[in-house]
């Protein structure tokens, strides 16, 4: 039973190491497009600024619109003395 049982680990040893040994006989293939941690970084906080950006711009043209709107009620208020 001994015998036996060394037997089945060895082999379940074996199942473990042959990925390793199969990885190990892989040629390294160079990655597309690697952006350092820091470059990533940078490229998401562009983005956010600018599409806070944009929305500050629709915000800013939208209160432009609604002050100009209000004004134009305002002057059509008659005014008594």
């Known amino acids: 039973m001994r015998e036996e049982t060394?037997?089945?680990e060895w082999?379940?040893?074996?199942v473990l190491v042959n990925p390793f040994d199969l990885?190990?006989?892989?040629?390294p293939r160079p990655t597309m497009g690697d952006i350092p941690p820091h470059?990533?970084?940078q490229i998401i906080m562009v983005n956010i600024v600018t599409s806070?950006?944009?929305?500050?711009?629709?915000?800013?043209?939208?209160i432009k619109k609604?002050?100009?709107?209000?004004?134009?009620?305002?002057?059509?208020?008659?005014?008594?003395?």
């Open 23 to 27: 990885a190990d006989g892989l040629d």
């Open 6 to 8: 060394k037997a089945a």
């Open 66 to 81: 609604q002050v100009r709107e209000e004004l134009r009620e305002v002057k059509q208020i008659p005014i008594s003395v």
């Open 39 to 41: 470059e990533d970084s």
């Open 52 to 62: 806070f950006t944009k929305q500050m711009k629709v915000l800013q043209m939208s």
């Open 11 to 14: 082999d379940a040893v074996g």
